[in-house]
């Protein structure tokens, strides 16, 4: 039992101005968290009893997968990192850590750096300690605290520059095992977000910088999410929309004939695709090539889509390349002979082409039979295209963003899209950093295999940010029974009042007793401040003790989701309060 | 229960070359922790263990104490320190946090900072969110990692770069409060040390960089120690040796009479104590004045001793100087006219005496009536000096080294000296950190005052390692029962043995309902390695299932503290096990 004056919640009416989503705004009004700067928060005591919850629950369902706790240094040797795969994509989001005495000093490459994950540490740990079959699988985990820089931090805990992150990584002797593996954390994720009480949705995604054959995100379904979830409710299917596919192209698509030989024409002042859509060349964005120039590990190369559709960056990671960004104007003239507005890929028309790596193609161009594309000579477009005849094609691929209404990959009906936050994520890494770094066992015959790993994540302040935003209503939050920072308050009307005093303690204690975490609410405030605090801060059960009830013989009950209040004779208040406490904690614990 | 063949304990027969102490040894060969690199250890599933019950225990006994959980960020924005009372003392020892990508930028003040203890992030926090009396006192604490720049990170985890600590932080309204928050953490660390079992010895210590007012060590005696400990059993004194004092020289002492006008002597090739006390000039060091020059914040100052004195220079801090050094021969030559080996302090001889901000002597120097000291003209003594009419002293105090053997400051009694390793640390700070931050509240009167703040640390990982250090015999850890990572062993001698096997899972079930952690060593090895393994890892009880033993109807039961094993028949053995883990988890209890 804690008391409200002894405790430490500094409630605030306001939001801070910098707060845009409900969750950021009531996380800092109910005392939860505090802004130290951009991305850095402190888990005020109340912000960090909700974390301990959090923490415990998910330690206990990854014990239950079969995963192991250990401790891994926030530092780390960059040479590790060196040695890896990821450096290139990483540094710009990695801290180094350097004497802070020595910002005088010539600048050199870091020595240390603060680990954002921790694949760079765990592998050659393993690859020291792990040699036989006989000791796979393995499964680490911990949940400590991960460093990333984010340039831009924003909605709270949302995006942070330190989070509290679980982090597992799993090693298996081969891939069967490995997605065994999978599997097992699957199911613990979902026990996990199921026993806290947040409604998520595994989702599969783009495996990017991590490397590795396939990866789910568990997505919690919210309007403030950064990620767009593309989903069919008749098949099940779900994925984030970068790695969302659609049956917008058949896969049995014929390609369409030529209707015409190519003819140039001059297209003064048109730079875009919907310039060239407009009166007077009136040709439909449908019918239009987009071609775009990218720079992929240092090397040029061209990707193709229908002028209707968006380049899906993400899907380029398919192509195998480690770092992509868009080819600059500069970089474009010199390859391709004309400027942006004017590019095509007809064989001949290229300046270069010996300088591009490839010319890769969305599926959905087969679409298009008789199209028009730039010329690449500045303010010429050409037309009477065709794919088949006129493109070079090196590779066609899933290249385009898939947007709801299209045909779902599994069950041909609509696709929906709603917007999510990511709150966990599990990829298959297969042996891209078991081979960088050595982690090899020996099978029963002697032979020598490299591991197959597996990674693992849960944003642990991003969940409580989570549960904020999917369940809050105008007066405050409303916590899950499991995750509350104290399940019952007791709101003492008059705290000069001994006999209401007295009696709110032993209701206190009789919830206490029947396992709740208590808050008695002691302060020398009104009580109209003392309930919007409660309903603020989202404790679930409130008992109302003093004034006219109790002098009437009665306390009040009332559950923060429920409108209505309840009044319960002092004399079976104790019992009353034992069995709501009982009620609410097995239904909480059936979700185990 | 866990099966050791599906747990991980990478037990080693050797221990690391790089490992000098016992402890640092069997962290390493019991599977505790592996090195990453210099200072900094990933903590291994089975230290992990002993660190979460640690921190458990910890977590417990502060809350007892009244103090309030919360969590801080790791990054500090640097100007915090820079605003704070030690930026210049303490960025030497700290990291500073910059873009990994950013190694060919030209270096720059820091932005960020990795925290070594959190003053500069709790004051500012505290100013913003308490004004009045009415929410004072308050203490706050957190288990979390700290950060430190070592230079030479040595004994395992005894000095390393990262390391779990928990820190607090009282804010009372005047120094009485403080003085209680002391005691009640005081009394809060001693029930934590008593409950994990380590014996720690509160000493007054050396308040340092820290500041305030005064403050204990809580000191775990062990010959491998890095601080000395000065005691008295008569009268209770302990002191770290940095602070504490004798009264080797009487408080009542009167100034010693001169015997003689001084006299200049050359001393060609002196330029020690030693030396002087050696023929042809035989001057005791007894009889002989040490002088010291140093820097305190950029300005010189002189330190006199008795020639037999060493000066102990953490007591300079009593001079109000943040930084102290000793100063360099080309500083001090142009200063007093003479090269180190020729110095002294005699009224007329100090080349440039306006250039010094103090001449600060050594009480014991009041013993010298008749004594040698440096003429500062190289190569040349004076000799009958007398301490009143020749040193123009700014002021006497306490400098030098106390050793064993001297009498006890409160009984006279001859001081005993013995090696620790520090554990913990409590300070009063007073409002060094309070006004300089601007963390003030108002009292019934509306009169504004600065809080006054203590502040706490208990180093966890270090207090794990102190257990072994203090607990071990040749064969291994001998853990305590509260923080065993296991506290039960089962060891199955043949697990191809079904019945035994059964057996062994019937008596680990036993065990674990009576409340005891239980380890199955599973692993298809032999019965000696088994054992070995044990007791290397020094689970307290060992339980022995199989071989003959079980054939004729008997287990093994052997504590890891007694040298002999007990047979226990095998109808018994449920009862007997819960009775064992019952007593042992009583007594463990009973430190509470």
């Known amino acids: 039992m804690k008391l409200w004056s002894q405790f430490f919640i500094p409630t605030l009416k306001e939001s801070p101005a910098d707060a845009e989503i409900a969750s950021h705004k009531l996380l800092i009004r109910a005392g939860l968290v505090r802004k130290l700067s951009a991305g850095l928060y402190t888990y005020m005591p109340l912000g960090q009893r909700v974390m301990r919850k959090l923490t415990e629950i998910c330690r206990e369902e990854m014990d239950r997968a079969g995963a192991i706790e250990l401790w891994m240094p926030h530092l780390h040797p960059a040479e590790f990192w060196e040695n890896g795969p990821r450096w290139a994509a990483s540094r710009?989001?990695?801290?180094?850590?350097?004497?802070?005495?020595?910002?005088?000093?010539?600048?050199?490459?870091?020595?240390?750096?603060?680990?954002?994950?921790?694949?760079?540490?765990?592998?050659?740990?393993?690859?020291?300690?792990?040699?036989?079959?006989?000791?796979?699988p393995k499964n680490f985990y911990q949940i400590a605290t991960k460093f990333r820089n984010e340039i831009r931090p924003r909605y709270g805990l949302m995006r942070t520059r330190e989070f509290v992150m679980m982090d597992a990584y799993s090693f298996d002797a081969d891939e069967a095992g490995a997605a065994r593996s999978y599997e097992a954390m699957k199911r613990g994720y979902e026990a996990f977000f199921r026993r806290i009480g947040l409604l998520s949705i595994a989702v599969e995604a783009d495996t990017g910088v991590m490397g590795g054959s396939f990866s789910h995100e568990f997505m919690a379904p919210a309007e403030v999410g950064d990620d767009d979830i593309i989903y069919c409710e008749a098949s099940g299917y779900a994925a984030n929309r970068e790695k969302a596919t659609s049956a917008l192209v058949p896969a049995d698509l014929s390609d369409a004939p030529p209707s015409g030989e190519i003819e140039k024409f001059a297209t003064p002042g048109v730079a875009t695709i919907a310039a060239l859509a407009a009166a007077p060349y009136s040709v439909p964005a449908?019918?239009?090539?987009?071609?775009?120039?990218?720079?992929?590990?240092?090397?040029?190369?061209?990707?193709?889509?229908?002028?209707?559709?968006?380049?899906?960056?993400?899907?380029?990671?398919?192509?195998?390349?480690?770092l992509v960004r868009p080819a600059t104007p500069e970089e474009i003239e010199p390859i391709m002979g004309a400027k942006p507005g004017s590019l095509g890929a007809v064989r001949g028309t290229i300046k270069n082409p010996a300088a591009l790596t490839g010319i890769f193609?969305?599926?959905?161009?087969?679409?298009?039979?008789?199209?028009?594309?730039?010329?690449?000579?500045?303010?010429?477009?050409?037309?009477?295209?065709?794919?088949?005849?006129?493109?070079?094609?090196?590779?066609?691929?899933?290249?385009?963003?898939?947007?709801?209404?299209?045909?779902c990959p599994l069950s041909g009906q609509p696709l929906q899209s709603r917007r999510g936050i990511e709150v966990g994520h599990i990829f298959v890494l297969g042996t891209k950093y078991s081979e960088r770094f050595g982690a090899v066992y020996t099978d029963a015959e002697k032979q020598s295999h490299p591991m197959v790993m597996g990674c693992y994540?849960?944003?642990?302040?991003?969940?409580?940010?989570?549960?904020?935003?999917?369940?809050?209503?105008?007066?405050?939050?409303?916590?899950?029974w499991a995750v509350a920072p104290f399940q019952v308050i007791v709101t003492l009307l008059d705290p000069k009042d001994e006999a209401a005093t007295a009696m709110a303690k032993t209701l206190a204690a009789a919830a206490e007793r029947a396992g709740a975490d208590v808050l008695v609410d002691d302060r020398d405030e009104r009580p109209g401040v003392k309930f919007k605090d409660a309903d603020l801060i989202g404790i679930p059960l409130r008992l109302t003790v003093g004034g006219r009830g109790l002098k009437e013989?009665?306390?009040?009950?009332?559950?923060?989701?429920e409108a209505a209040a309840r009044k319960v004779p002092v004399a079976e208040a104790q019992s009353v309060i034992a069995g709501e406490v009982q009620r609410a904690s097995e239904e909480a614990t059936s979700a185990e």
């Not at 603060?114 to 796979?136: A, C, F, M, Q, W």
């Not at 992929?296 to 960056?313: H, K, S, W, Y």
């Open 553 to 561: 013989g009665v306390i009040e009950l009332k559950w923060r989701h």
């Open 286 to 322: 449908e019918a239009q090539f987009k071609t775009l120039v990218y720079i992929g590990d240092g090397q040029p190369f061209v990707v193709i889509l229908r002028g209707c559709d968006e380049l899906e960056e993400a899907k380029l990671g398919a192509l195998g390349f480690t």
């Open 457 to 480: 994540g849960i944003g642990i302040g991003r969940s409580m940010q989570a549960l904020i935003e999917q369940d809050h209503d105008a007066d405050g939050i409303r916590w899950p």
């Open 361 to 407: 193609a969305d599926h959905a161009i087969r679409l298009i039979g008789n199209g028009t594309t730039g010329a690449n000579e500045d303010a010429h477009h050409l037309r009477h295209v065709n794919v088949a005849r006129d493109l070079a094609i090196t590779r066609f691929g899933d290249f385009r963003r898939v947007h709801a209404g299209e045909p």
């Open 92 to 136: 710009e989001i990695m801290f180094r850590a350097d004497s802070a005495g020595a910002a005088a000093r010539p600048s050199r490459e870091p020595e240390l750096v603060l680990g954002p994950t921790h694949e760079e540490v765990i592998t050659p740990l393993v690859k020291n300690e792990i040699s036989s079959y006989r000791d796979l």
